[in-house]
RNA sequence: CGGGGCGUAGCUCAGCCUGGUAGAGCGCUUGCUUUGGGAGCAUGAUGUCGUUGGUUCGAAUCCAGUCGCCCCGACCA
């Protein structure tokens, strides 16, 4: 992409509104604007990483053995009456009424949906366990919005639904997805720590909220130290074997959210004990037959009796890690993207555009890269050397190639890495080869 | 929902107290000079001062209402 056609609004000063470093840089690097309180467009470089960050959810899913459906956004109101939630969510759930005044809504979340959707579609035993998901727009009225997309009302998440036969095939499902929570926070770089969380309206008695340590977490968080460097399930877990050492392991050390934190509990684990904000980016409920049964969730078992169906529900706020990275990532002259995120993985920076032999030097280095797969961002702008090395750098792209008329009269380029800011000057071949490798 | 703050140019803000023709910096236009970390000089354009009403000869400024946004708290799959 040619920064030049780009739509790309970035700010120089930072927009008053704007409270925590996530927000403000997402408003300078032209990622994001405010429709209304809580409410955001995404522009064409933020959704790009949305569309990344999405894209590790959706992997790690489906790897897990979960199957992507999607549900829409508005829901008949019929489906809340039936599980009692119309009432008990009170004004947060955003009421619609179409032109027949039938009553919608707009999703806050989705276990009715999908409830009454698998138990129209699944009669035997022999059908389980079975756990769906979908990534999709909810909305929740939040009384007080805030920090950006951390606590939007209208936010992306992707919700899980398991759905087991008896308490064992819950668990081996609730294992599942925390296993592909710990993977997929660690492949977006960063440590999120499952703590033992209250259970809410969603009920139930087990559940867990994955949490990033950062200064502007919106919770308090206590935990032993050495959950920050212990080992993420590798690449080749199984998910058909018994994952339940891992599970052991990630919840033998203390780990909780302030809900859960009794004093006598942390204070056994002394100095090891770390007291931090968090930012609370999944969480993982078994709620057991609390929907199945109200609202006949049934199959037939070996017996030819109808079981009332064990569930479970996992929830990941995409939107909110898209924030939850920076906060995590980003130093004073921008956001430093993981490679896995990164909206663009090269910025080639033309230090004199309008000069035949940069210009030249750019345009083949800019096919070479494009024709290899490699996604650049080429700023051919015809600005200053150094507005083009400040945007660059604000929008945190994790290369930098810099081609200046110096270089090339000596026959080499710079490379930057943009996490550690090291320089290097290599031929140009050496540094395609470096940034296709 | 309680408490506080703020709405003036695309952005950051001054002006308001003490009413009298709308301002600065950055950005944008045009030109010249510059050109390896947010250039210099010159030039031009840009506003229902959030909105409605009131007071007044006269309101960005004073008063009342209203809408929006932000922060603290409560709340929070």
Redesign the pocket.
Known sequence: MRLSKYFL????????????PS?TLML?AGMIR??????YSWLPLGLRVLRKIEQIVREEQDKAGAQELLMPTIQPADLWIESGRHDAY?P?LLRIKDRHSRDLLYG????EMITDIFRNGVKSYKELPSILYHIQW?F?D???????VM?GREFL?K?S?SFDLDYEGAKRSYNKMFVAYLRTFARMGLKAIPMRA?????GGDL?HEFIVLAETG??QVYCHKDYLTMEIPSDDVSYEDDLEPIFEKWTSLYAATEDKYVKEEADVVGNDLISARGI?VG?T?Y?GKKYSEPMNVNVTDKEGKKVALEM????IGVSRLFGAIIEASHDD??IIWPDSVAPFKVGLIN??S?SDD?DKACDDIYAALINAGVEVLYDDR?????????????IGLPW?L????????NGV??I?RRAT?E?T?MSIEAAIAKLTA
């Open positions: 609004p970035t700010l120089k000063e930072n927009p008053a509104e704007a409270q925590i927000h300078r405010q429709s209304a309180s809580g409410i009170g947060e806050p979340t989705n276990e909810k929740r939040e009384v007080r919005p805030r920090f950006g606590r998440m919700d639904y209250e259970t809410g309206p969603i559940s919106e919770s609370e969480q409920f709620f479970g529900s996992y929830g002259s921008g230090l004199k309008g940069t015809k600005e200053r050397a150094g507005v083009k090395f400040n945007n660059m750098d604000l930098q810099v081609i200046g008329p110096r270089g090339l009269a380029v710079e930057k800011g320089k000057e």
